[in-house]
């Protein structure tokens, strides 16, 4: 019978796209991937209170072809929140793309035990840790998660290419004892809902801080962000209570981790967000930029931004 065990996979796996050649169609790919890393954002939106999540991917390779892509986990600063990290929101999504598309053709049975689900689907079987399971159960309570996974499969079943997509664990795995066909994933009933054109998304985000704007208001700083460099204003009172206080003392290459709003676009060929503004909401720490300290030689230590100065 064949069978995927869904912890093999971990918060770690290949997304394995079954095509004739050792190659994929860029949208397709990109496509795919924002999918299941909007679906991700929400099921850990639900799931893991307190912490947010990046999704990367960190190799590529033949067979037919394939993407390794990993959870990344952050804590959000929230002193509040009991609940400990569950990684497994990888786990939750791939769990859940079998579920559906396991019930497309034949009517599903449910095995619930002690440490365990068995989903079985005509000759297919799925094993699903029992946590994975139970959480996959509160990740679907948000519209948000289902509606990522349904675009996703959407997406894939759209590329004529494309014979069909599974999951492993390692990127020179053996092919999936489980392929979703193309026709399964067409056939699939996705919420029809369209994506709204714009959105709000939230992550913490360590910002290197190219230019300071040392007076509360909408007046946006210049940071540098994963290579990139985004104008945001800083909209944090205790923060700025914080510098004028003289608790803290800012200077161009300091870092802040924080808590910022990303507002999103959505292209409307393509269905892909972009991002079209920042606001940092919350500064949840500061870094001051690694200096060296002349000895005894000429020199001056560099100009700090201090509210006190005059």
């Given at each position: 019978m064949p069978t995927v065990n869904i912890s093999d996979l971990g918060d770690a796996f290949v997304i394995h796209f079954d095509t004739e050649g050792e190659r994929v169609n860029a949208y397709t790919l990109a496509s795919t991937l924002v999918g299941i890393a909007d679906a991700a954002k929400a099921a850990n939106a639900a799931i893991n209170l307190g912490y947010d999540i990046e999704v990367v991917v960190e190799a590529i390779g033949p067979g037919s072809f394939r993407a390794f892509i990993r959870a990344i986990y952050k804590q959000a600063g929230n002193l509040f929140s009991s609940q400990n990290l569950k990684a497994i929101i990888l786990s939750v999504v791939a769990s859940f793309i079998y579920e559906r598309t396991m019930a497309?053709?034949?009517?599903?049975?449910?095995?619930?035990?002690?440490?365990?689900?068995?989903?079985?689907?005509?000759?297919?079987?799925?094993?699903?840790?029992?946590?994975?399971?139970?959480?996959?159960?509160?990740?679907?309570?948000?519209?948000?998660?289902v509606r990522s996974v349904g675009k996703t499969l959407q997406t894939a079943s759209a590329d004529r290419e494309l014979k069909g997509i599974g999951f492993v664990a390692q990127i020179d795995s053996p092919k999936p004892d489980i392929l979703i066909p193309q026709d399964t994933m067409r056939n699939l009933e996705v919420i029809t809902e369209p994506d709204p054109d714009s959105r709000i998304v939230e992550e913490q985000a360590d910002l290197q801080i190219v230019k300071a704007i040392l007076e509360r208001g909408a007046r946006k700083w210049e940071f540098m962000w994963r290579g990139f460099k985004i104008s945001a204003p800083v909209l944090d009172d205790r923060f700025y209570s914080q510098f004028f206080a003289h608790d803290i003392t800012i200077a161009p290459g300091d870092e802040l981790s924080v808590r910022l709003i990303i507002r999103q676009v959505r292209d409307r060929d393509t269905?892909?967000?972009?991002?079209?503004?920042?606001?940092?909401?919350?500064?949840?720490?500061?870094?001051?930029?690694?200096?060296?300290?002349?000895?005894g030689g000429e020199g001056s230590a560099p100009e700090l931004l201090d509210p006190g100065a005059p």
């Open positions: 497309v053709n034949h009517p599903l049975t449910v095995e619930v035990r002690t440490d365990e689900v068995v989903v079985t689907s005509g000759s297919d079987r799925v094993i699903v840790p029992r946590n994975v399971y139970d959480a996959a159960r509160l990740a679907e309570k948000n519209p948000q998660f269905g892909i967000y972009a991002n079209a503004g920042y606001e940092v909401i919350e500064v949840l720490k500061h870094r001051p930029r690694v200096r060296q300290i002349p000895l």
